[in-house]
């Protein structure tokens, strides 16, 4: 038996930034163990680990998405289905971190609108892996997230990977996209999208036109990316094809809205 003492409370939480829009269960058991740490009250370290647990359980909980929500598109002329598969709202979380002076944060970006730093990849053993072992289940960074705010100051992508150049006390703000699948039928029409491909981050929409989506009315809109066709998550530039060849199209699409 020992005391809680602040170390093991920092070594609980993880160095973690918590998002206060997590903070149902989770405020009530860190306010007892930090308590516990400014009072010297002794804690059992089976009981330690039962406190951890409740805080990593209330952070995944909030986490994960909500499950599957099927919506008709609403009265159009055309053929299409929408299926939910994320929170209404779009999820924003802070993560801090510090980056030393010989070590990058080991994240790849592709940025198509100028503004919008969107995660590709993540290197195996760099600063931003080592990061996602060890911190809350919603602050692991993934795919697809958006980074667009560095210490408070939101730029364009430019700045911002200019600002990830530094080394120090980093607080990164990400949002995480909503997912959503549209199905949808040509009927020989054109789909009305107009597409660009990028490196890694699937089909960036840059306008809706006339068009099979436009007359379905589904929930497309610029600067949404396009991630699979047809359930397969291909490069940018075969899922091009599949778009041009096929009159049936399912499209995975994730919105930064």
């Keep these: 038996m020992g005391q809680t003492g602040s170390a093991e409370l920092d070594l609980i ?10 903070s149902s269960d989770t405020e009530q058991v860190i306010d007892h163990l930090a308590s516990r740490a400014r009072h010297g009250g002794g804690e059992h370290d089976d009981d330690v680990k039962v406190l951890s647990h ?8 909030s986490g994960v998405p909500v499950g599957l929500s099927p919506l008709k598109s609403g009265g159009g002329t055309g053929s299409g289905f929408v299926e939910t598969l994320d929170a209404d709202e779009l999820e924003e979380f802070t993560i801090c971190i510090e980056r030393p002076a010989d070590k990058g944060f080991g994240f790849s970006f592709h940025s198509s609108d100028g503004q919008m730093l969107i995660v590709t990849d993540i290197m ?3 600063l931003m892996d080592e990061w996602n072992k060890t911190c809350l289940t919603h602050q692991q960074i993934k795919k697809f997230d958006c980074l667009y705010q560095i210490n408070g100051r939101i730029g364009f992508s430019q ?14 703000v990400f949002k995480r996209p909503k ?8 009927q020989g029409k054109v789909l009305g999208l107009l597409l660009s491909p990028t490196s890694g981050a699937g089909l960036f929409v840059q ?14 809109r610029p600067s949404d990316h396009i991630v699979a066709v047809n359930g397969r998550d291909t490069d940018a530039v075969e899922m091009m094809e599949q778009i041009k060849h096929n009159d049936q199209l399912t499209l995975k699409v994730l919105s930064y809205r």
Excluded: T, Y
């Design 13 to 22: 939480l993880g160095g973690c930034c918590l998002d206060p829009r997590h």
């Design 54 to 61: 409740m805080i990593l359980s209330d952070a995944s909980r």
């Design 124 to 126: 195996s053993g760099s």
């Design 159 to 172: 700045e911002l990977v200019a600002r990830l150049k530094d080394f120090g006390n980093f607080e990164l």
């Design 179 to 186: 997912e959503f699948v549209v199905s949808v039928s040509k």
């Design 207 to 220: 306008d809706v036109q006339a068009g099979a989506v436009q007359d379905a009315r589904l929930n497309v």
